[in-house]
């Protein structure tokens, strides 16, 4: 992995009223990093991804890309600067094909605005890009259907190619597999694993599977803090990270702990 830092957040806090969501949170995003951010619910996992990207201010801090200062950009800013997110829901447009849906986003990328009606007919590199990605994938045959009838993970699968349409040099994953049935996961998986080796990754996930096949380092949230950060075989065998998760578990045994190795509690 390269040594050279793209996205940084130095001292992030977040205060609502009297409540700390985030607290003094470092983090940096290393040039083509496969970086996984994990913790049990109500960690500010997604507290700190709305700072990253703009949908919050912070309350002390600052956040850098390509070691320039964005804290205080609005989010398309962000966008035009190469860092893009997908969202834990879908924010698909529903009445729109794969096709349209990409002929647009890629049209909007280039500059062309209100014209992508006639790119996409017209503008062989619309098409050309829209074609990759469709193929990337695996819409091209479903690229004519309706958003809204597409199964839910080939709709996961469209909201990261509209991610990648914008050419980013960062890409916040949010969990992009929450929600998709078994017989889908497999086919969205593999794809997240061949993600191109220049963007930069950062994944926020509850499923282990996909974090320890995933990421090459791994930061633990606990409590809007950072616990903890390593390479993936170290976390797994944190006792501070089994604490927190067994802690977190209740009297089952959560997907996370059968990752971790953590049996149920008795």
């Not at 850098?64 to 804290?71: A, F």
């Not at 061949?194 to 791994?218: K, T």
């Not at 067994?246 to 996370?256: K, N, T, V």
Request: with cysteine; glycine share 10%.
């Amino acid at each position: 992995m390269s040594t050279t830092v793209v996205l940084s957040a130095q001292g992030l806090v977040k205060r609502f009223g009297g409540i700390v969501a985030t607290s003094q949170v470092n983090l940096d995003l290393h040039q083509g990093a496969r970086h996984a951010l994990i913790g049990p619910n109500g960690a500010g996992k997604t507290t700190l991804i709305n700072l990253l990207t703009g949908v919050l201010e912070p309350s002390e801090g600052r956040i850098l890309l390509d070691d320039q200062v964005i804290t205080h950009l609005a989010p398309h800013q962000r966008v035009r600067r190469g860092m893009v997110r997908t969202f834990q829901i879908n924010q698909l447009f529903d009445s729109l094909t794969p096709l349209e849906t990409l002929a647009l986003t890629v049209s909007q990328h280039q500059g062309l605005g209100a014209r992508w009606w006639q790119a996409l007919g017209h503008n062989m590199q619309v098409t050309d890009r829209c074609q990759q990605l469709l193929e990337q994938f695996h819409l091209a045959e479903v690229m004519g259907q309706p958003t809204h009838q597409l199964a839910y993970g080939k709709r996961r699968l469209l909201e990261i190619a509209i991610a990648l349409a914008c050419e980013p040099r960062v890409l916040l994953l949010d969990e992009p597999v929450a929600g998709v049935p078994a017989g889908e996961r497999e086919e969205l998986l593999q794809t997240v694993a061949n993600l191109p080796q220049e963007v930069s990754v950062l994944l926020i996930e509850h499923d282990m599977d996909l974090v320890f096949s995933f990421a090459r380092r791994v930061t633990v949230l606990v409590n809007g803090a950072v616990l903890t950060e390593g390479d993936p075989d170290v976390i797994a065998a944190d006792p501070q990270v089994k604490a927190v998760y067994l802690g977190d578990g209740g009297p089952g045994e959560s997907d996370e702990q059968v990752a971790l190795g953590i049996g149920a509690v008795q």
